[in-house]
């Protein structure tokens, strides 16, 4: 039962009480702190535990980690709103049998490969969901936006749609992700990373000077990454204190001016808000070393 739902059910706790009594508090959710009862797994005070909390008391069933520790509260966080940590085997070999299958067979796709493409995610990102690529047509710009097809790797009714479905999306918290499909699938074959060709759906956008859209189109396609930039990067870039790669130069420049363009118009009419997000560091240990606010830049935008 979810504890989102019910003051009582499985949700994580800390482990407290003194000599040989002990007893558990709920960590994420307002709750008492109940005594333990029998079939309770070892654990020692400080002691972050996964445990089933009922109206007699509460059996401690796993230990996650200690509650002075960052990475495991974090990781703890993913626990208690129900999410399993990792892939079953079976679903990690389909993960890897469907990667290797939609490689010897595509299907029918129009080859990219030769176009200049990028990608604009976080420094710490370790998967690439979505690439950019733009060219001059005329007096407009057209613009190229791959999705990573992961379709083409995951086939209704087998276990990956099953976990895909109940976990719905990735689940981010500081220093870490819980991934909504296997690391074979999400950091590897459906991350479109430099320098390897990736099976992706295109939706190709042909904008006037104005910034109109004239028509929009979209096909299953072939494409090669040819530079992975984050957002501190492109900052530099536009202030002028860095140079594009030279390979994407040209499409970046396109693809800023279709973003200014499309801002400007947007901004006429729509509520426009600034905001910024914590941004920690973990040692080694696991523990907090450093704390900054991330405004949102034009790179983000």
Known sequence: MSPRRNALGRRVGVIGGRGRFRTVEP??????????????????????VL??????????????????????????????????????????NEARDAAQKARRDPGARIDLTAL???????????????????????DGVLLRVHIADVAAHVRPGGRLERVATERATSVYVPGTVEPMLPRELSDDACSLAPG?????????????GRGEVGSVSFARTLIRSDARLDYDQ????????????????????????????????????????????????????????????????????
Not at 31 to 36: C, F, L, Q, S, T
Not at 116 to 138: I, L, N, Q, Y
């Open 27 to 48: 960590v994420f959710e307002r709750g008492p702190e109940v005594a333990i009862g029998r079939g309770s797994i070892k654990a020692s005070p400080g002691d972050l």
């Open 51 to 92: 445990a089933d909390f009922t109206p007699a008391g509460a059996k401690a069933i796993r230990v996650l980690g200690r509650a002075d520790r960052a990475a495991d509260v974090v990781a703890a966080l993913i626990t208690d709103r129900g999410l399993r940590r990792g892939f079953s085997q079976a679903v990690t």
């Open 116 to 138: 200049p493409t990028f990608t604009v995610d976080p420094a710490s990102a370790r998967d690439f969901d979505d690439a950019v690529s733009a060219e001059r047509k005329g």
């Open 196 to 208: 390897v060709e990736r099976l992706a759906v295109t939706t190709e956008i042909h904008l006037d």
């Open 234 to 301: 492109l900052d530099r870039v536009f202030s002028g204190r860095e140079r594009a790669p030279a390979e994407v130069a040209t499409p970046l420049a396109l693809a800023r001016e279709v973003a200014a363009s499309l801002a400007e118009r947007r901004t006429s009419s729509a509520l426009e808000i600034d905001s910024a997000e914590p941004e920690f560091s973990f040692d080694a240990a696991g523990h907090v070393t450093a704390a900054r606010s991330v405004s949102q830049t034009e790179a983000h935008r």
